[in-house]
């Protein structure tokens, strides 16, 4: 039997919502769709779209709104979409999610689900500023996945650093600005009757389990 899912996967930064749409990928065979893929494909295509993108792009402006939508109905005519699809950070605000439903309709095709990720934003401030990188790629924790001798690198003995975005201050702020742009989207999929919300505050197997019993597949 084969599963049709159209879905949005929505979540703090954090939250583990690229874990999880990577897993949901693999397990239903659909393409997982971001905008920044998108954008990135129409750029190195040279798209008429793709043109004009780079243009804002190049100029350090961030690409808008109406160009997006561009972008994701382009994306949504391809042939690979036949089995459902996954977005991934899209819609991020109501008015793209109000536009996404047009370009839907448009097509022919309904969002089936919304799966919103809910993990308290403390424990994801604890989860990122807990995180050290190391030049060389590897990253660790300061709980969950320590190194062997402490600010060192396993791989390469590189020494080990906390990210700009990985600090405190940095993380609250990228929740805050989360939480006033997409959090009305929340509203917006319930009122639809298409959300389904998880405990993100699991281990990954088991918050996949939870989505897979959510979303009945």
């Known amino acids: 039997m084969v599963i049709q899912m159209r879905m949005i996967l929505l979540g703090k930064p954090g939250g583990g919502k690229g874990t999880q749409a990577t897993l949901l990928k693999e397990h239903l065979d659909v393409p997982q769709i971001s905008t ?4 990135r494909e129409a750029v190195k295509n040279g798209t008429p779209l793709g043109k004009e993108a780079k243009n804002y792009m190049d100029a350090g402006k961030l690409v808008p709104d109406d160009l997006i939508r561009g972008l994701v109905e382009e994306r949504l005519s391809q042939d690979d979409i036949g089995k459902g699809f996954i977005f991934d950070g899209f819609p991020r ?9 047009k370009i839907a309709d448009k097509l022919g095709i309904s969002i089936d689900k919304a799966v919103y990720i809910d993990v308290p ?3 994801i401030v604890k ?3 807990g995180r050290r990188s190391c030049a060389c790629g590897a990253v660790y924790h300061i709980e969950s996945k320590r190194p062997k001798i402490e600010g060192v690198c396993d791989a390469c003995s590189g020494k080990l650093y906390q990210r700009d975005d990985d600090k405190e201050d940095v993380i609250k702020q990228r929740i ?4 006033a742009q997409t959090m009305p989207l929340i509203d917006y999929y319930r009122k639809e009757g298409k959300l389904v ?5 699991q281990d990954i197997d088991e918050v996949f389990n939870d989505i897979k019993r959510g979303l009945g597949i």
């Open 176 to 179: 805050e600005q989360y939480e």
């Open 93 to 101: 605000t109501l008015a793209q999610a109000e536009g996404l439903k």
């Open 121 to 123: 934003t403390d424990k």
């Open 197 to 201: 919300t998880i405990d993100g505050d």
């Open 36 to 39: 920044g893929d998108i954008l």
């Open 127 to 129: 989860r990122l500023s």
